[in-house]
């Protein structure tokens, strides 16, 4: 069969290079892709953009299923598109997507559903706004309530911080419509962890749990990014912390949605954070939900997936979840993110990639900001540029692999993170 993927990070360089393992897939189309997937065996990218070009293309090609990868056109109605013209895909529709594109739904949701979230209120007025933080103090997080990539959450350690916010996104309109509305929370504390799930509207199949590195520099400091790496497992999730995770979270969000008339399908990402003390009773909230898998947090997940990914999927487009098997490997799987000079705030693009690994069986480097160019060079094209990811029988080996490949590779100004895995370093032998 022939499936199409639709984005082009090193989330979905990841996923159909997985996808294309599988015996029963011909190709995988990756719309757009990346210099990665333009290369790759069995993949090949097609230059799409809009919904209707996508949707013709999937009709033409008899693509069996589409994959979607970002949130942007899950926000924009593809699910719709797609199920309308009768083609198979997987992701949720526009309606239930809101629980990542409106933080001011999924806060509404989780306080309507008894979901453990973060205290808030939402604003449209600035002077509102400001008196509330006045109100409450620092620290305090200000988000805005649409789709910001990344740029839309300031955690303030100062009031002064959380006021300048307010005058960016409400004032300014820095963020455009995105930030016309904004929600204020409650900072917390703790430690986070990605949790994953699919889901068909009856069944769920929970993904291995990983953890992200969001800040831009070592030891967590420097400014919020997309993400600089992630590792799977999180050690911090225990067989009874999952548990609770299931109970307090996944399941009242699957049956709030289905309540409230979105039956869910598709990733659903919970992003947690974790307090201190015993699992039966540490502080457990979440702090976002997202309605796709995370970049980087796919890559070392998928290096994990043992066995049939395309059939897994088939099974999620086809309402028979329940009968999809998915292994993992014991292993600890980790990805180093390189960024291009200048990310987040002005990422330069254009520079000359060279000295890349070969993949092998423990170490893939999997891009994202990339582009082949016509005169053979492969060089940056965007703020994250490749993934490497290894696999390790602890978390130091796999760090040692990912970090042998990072140091071989060469592009004018890559910046990455030299310490990524640290909090679960203590816990790996
Ligand atoms: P979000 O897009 O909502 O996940 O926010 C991005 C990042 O901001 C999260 O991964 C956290 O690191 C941080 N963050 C978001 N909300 C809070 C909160 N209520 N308290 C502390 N940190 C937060
Ligand atoms: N790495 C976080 C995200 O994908 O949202």
Known sequence: MKLLVIGGGGREHALAWRLAQSPRVQKVFVAPGNGGTAQAEHLENVPLASIDELVDFARQESVAY?????????????????????????????????????????????????????????????????????????????????????????????????????????????????????????????????????????????????????????????PNTGGMGAYS?????????????????????????????????????AGLMIGDGPDATRPLKVLEFNCRMGDPETQPILMRAKGDLATVFEHAVNGTLEEAELDWDRRTALGVVMASAGYPQAPRTGDVITSLPADTEDCVVFHAGTALHDDGTLRTAGGRVLCVTALGDSVKRAQETAYNAVQQIRFEGAQYRRDIGWRALPHSH
């Not at 959380?162 to 005058?167: F, G, Q, R, S, Y």
Request: contains cysteine.
């Open 233 to 269: 497992p999180a050690p911090i999730i225990t067989p009874a912390l999952h548990n609770r995770i299931m109970r307090e979270v996944i399941h009242p969000t699957l049956q709030g949605m289905a309540k409230d008339g979105h039956p869910y399908t598709g990733f659903l990402y």
């Open 66 to 222: 589409t994959v979607v990868g970002p949130e942007a056109p899950l926000a924009a109605g593809v699910v719709d598109a797609f199920q309308a013209a009768g083609l198979k895909i997987f992701g949720p529709t526009k309606a239930a997507a809101q629980l990542e594109s409106s933080k001011d739904y999924a806060k509404a949701f989780m306080i309507r559903h008894n979901i453990p979230t973060a205290a808030y209120k939402t604003f449209t007025d600035a002077d509102q706004a400001k008196a509330y933080i006045r109100q409450q103090g620092a620290p305090i997080v200000v988000k805005a309530d649409g789709l910001a990539a990344g740029k839309g959450v300031v955690v303030a350690a100062t009031e002064d911080e959380a006021l300048a916010a307010i005058d960016n996104m409400l004032c300014d309109a820095s963020l455009g419509a995105a930030g016309a509305r904004v929600v204020i929370e409650e900072c917390l504390q703790g430690e986070e962890a990605s949790f994953i799930v699919m889901c068909d509207r009856r069944q769920v199949l929970v993904l291995a749990t990983s953890q992200d590195h969001k800040r831009l520099l070592d030891n967590d400091q420097g």
